[in-house]
């Protein structure tokens, strides 16, 4: 059973930056694709990034590209995002989520999900 921790969150000032980190356990991780997706209050949650396991390529949502960095460290199982130049719409609850799919198709709609990290950005 795929389990996914998130760290990292918390208030930050507006251009400023933070680092997600997740960590994965209880299946092969090179073998999933990981995402961060978001969600702010009454909202819908969003797809912010996604590491696709077959080929190594990433998706951002355009608002955060060029700010935002999806990595992952295959020898420690650890998937991150670091946000930099943050702005206050960029505050949500992020997750952590984890998929055996091979390639995008640009949803939230992942099979396993960490509890969440708070990231306020504050203007």
């Known amino acids: 059973q795929v389990q996914l921790v998130e760290s990292g969150g918390g208030l930050v000032q507006a251009g400023g930056s933070l680092t997600l980190a997740c960590e994965f356990s209880?299946?092969?991780?090179?073998?999933?694709?990981m995402a961060w997706i978001r969600q702010a209050p009454g909202k819908e949650r969003e797809l912010v990034a996604e590491?696709?396991?077959?080929?190594?390529?990433?998706y951002y949502r355009a608002s955060v590209k060029g700010r935002f960095t999806i990595s992952r460290n295959n020898f420690n199982n650890i998937a991150y995002l670091r946000m930099d130049s943050l702005k206050p719409e960029d505050t949500a609850v992020y997750f952590c989520?984890?998929?055996?799919?091979?390639?995008?198709?640009?949803?939230?709609?992942?099979?396993?999900w960490g509890r969440g990290t708070q990231v306020t950005v504050s203007s």
């Open positions: 989520a984890a998929d055996s799919k091979g390639a995008t198709d640009y949803s939230t709609d992942y099979h396993y």
């Open positions: 209880g299946a092969t991780f090179t073998r999933y694709s």
């Open positions: 590491s696709i396991w077959t080929n190594g390529a990433t």
